[in-house]
């Protein structure tokens, strides 16, 4: 094993990419009960960056490794293997850190992946996948037919938000900030795709006519989360989870108060800790499967090795994005696929 080398911030501020650099440091060999993996790709999040800046809602000690999921290969047993081998492709524990090349981690925490998928894709597993299915089913009750409209379409949870309700039954009304953003969703199978502006609501029955709308899923925030509101029918709920806008909801007391809108946040989380863990084992083996037989997906715009973090950061917090950035401690950076 070369020297490994971890993606590490000792403070937080403004600029993400300024406070993360990658150091070398020493792994012991594993503990009693603990696998050693060498991480093969890990998704850079918006929670990622938030959490570089000191926004999120839940911030690490410092010092820190970067990097809250991941998907690696386990390099060395000991103890109880709890079902594992040398070899296996593992889907590591969400907030271990996984801007790494290499980490120790108990062996009972690993989930076992398939060989014959593409690592990158598996790597997202954790975190985006299950928001997007959880605001499909959580927040009202959908049947196939019903209709939604998201924002953010373009972005990771809006990629699987529309495959997983294509699945479903379940119509999408997708909305993006900006024109040369829609082809990316229209590839993605996304039959109305629409430019996010003060009279949206009419360009919505313009598109769709008078359909009942009674979920919008907000990332966001600010005037894009009453425009989201006013396509709802009376009673209808708009659920935020994230403010990729940078500011605070708002939502006119004409629409909150005269139409019934509902508006609630969702952070998975919360979720995470509430759940039961056979819910939790229930969804995650529902979504892997989709990832293996190519019904999820998500569209990468670049990776980069441990080395270059700091891009890899940058680029994540750019608003300007069609595609996921990846982080690849062992293997070759790629181009935009």
């Not at 935020?240 to 989380?269: E, K, Q, T």
């Amino acid at each position: 094993m070369s020297t490994p080398k971890q993606a590490r911030y000792e403070s937080r501020g403004p600029v993400p990419h300024e406070v993360i650099r990658a150091v070398e440091f020493e792994l012991p060999p594993p503990a009693a009960g603990e696998s050693r993996v060498a991480v093969l790709a890990a998704p850079v999040n918006p929670s990622d960056v938030l959490t570089l800046t000191g926004e999120y809602g839940q911030l690490p000690p410092l010092p820190a490794v970067g990097g809250n999921e991941g998907v690696g290969r386990v390099e060395a047993i000991r103890g109880e293997a709890h079902g594992l081998t040398e070899g296996d492709i593992v889907l590591l524990p969400v907030g271990c850190g996984s801007w790494t090349t290499h980490l120790n981690l108990p062996s009972k925490t690993l989930v076992k992946l398939p060989h014959d998928v593409d690592p990158v894709q598996l790597s997202m597993l954790t975190v985006n996948p299950p928001t997007a299915a959880l605001m499909l089913s959580d927040i009202i009750e959908l049947q196939p037919g019903d209709w939604v409209v998201q924002n953010a379409a373009n972005s990771a949870v809006g990629g699987y938000l529309l495959q997983l309700a294509r699945r479903r039954g379940i119509n999408v009304i997708n909305v993006v900030r900006r024109s040369s953003a829609v082809q990316a969703v229209h590839d993605l199978g996304g039959e109305h795709v629409l430019v996010d502006a003060e009279d949206l609501p009419k360009r919505v029955r313009d598109a769709v006519g008078d359909v009942h709308v009674r979920l919008g899923i907000d990332c966001v925030g600010g005037v894009h989360t009453e425009h989201l509101a006013r396509c709802l029918v009376p009673g209808g709920t708009v659920v935020n989870y994230g403010a990729m806008g940078g500011d605070r909801c708002m939502l006119s007391p004409r629409y909150l108060v005269f139409n019934d809108i509902h508006l609630r946040g969702f952070w998975l989380a919360q979720w995470f800790r509430k759940a039961r863990p056979e819910r939790r084992q229930a969804l995650f083996a529902e979504l892997a499967g989709l990832v293996a037989d190519g019904t999820l997906h998500a569209r990468i715009q670049a990776s980069y090795g441990i080395d270059h973090v700091r891009e890899a950061v940058q680029a994540a917090a750019s608003g300007a994005r069609d595609g996921k950035i990846v982080i690849e401690p062992n293997g070759p950076s790629r181009a935009a696929i």
